[in-house]
Nanobody, 124 residues
Framework: QVQLVESGGGLVQAGGSLRLSCAAS????????MGWFRQAPGREREFVAA????????YYADSVKGRFTISRENAKNAVSLQMNSLKPEDTAVYYC?????????????????WGQGTQVTVAS
């Protein structure tokens, strides 16, 4: 069983930064790509960013490209999301997820394990 635990959410002013972290259990972390998704109230969950197994390929939603950076440390079973220049529309619950083998990077159906989420609120 894989467990994913997010941390680092909070309240920040527009223009500010936050760094989200996700700690994963298990011995096979480096065998899977990882992703971040978010869900705002009344909206569907949406893709934010993903990173391949080795960390040398990354993918971003257009809405966060140039502002967010995903990274991973396989030795620590961890994946992070650095969020800069935050906007009120970034307010959401952010989820860390493990991509299933062969799953699409940008679709939540492509992921098989999810964390409980961490709230990010950006005040204007």
């Amino acid at each position: 069983q894989v467990q994913l635990v997010e941390s680092g959410g909070g309240l920040v002013q527009a223009g500010g930064s936050l760094r989200l972290s996700c700690a994963a259990s298990g011995r096979t972390f480096s065998s899977y790509a990882m992703g971040w998704f978010r869900q705002a109230p009344g909206r569907e969950r949406e893709f934010v960013a993903a990173i391949n197994r080795s960390g040398d390929s990354t993918y971003y939603a257009d809405s966060v490209k140039g502002r967010f950076t995903i990274s991973r440390e396989n030795a620590k079973n961890a994946v992070s999301l650095q969020m800069n220049s935050l906007k009120p529309e970034d307010t959401a619950v952010y989820y860390c997820a493990r991509r299933r083998q062969g799953g699409y990077y940008t679709q939540d159906q492509g992921y098989d394990y999810w964390g409980q989420g961490t709230q990010v609120t950006v005040a204007s």
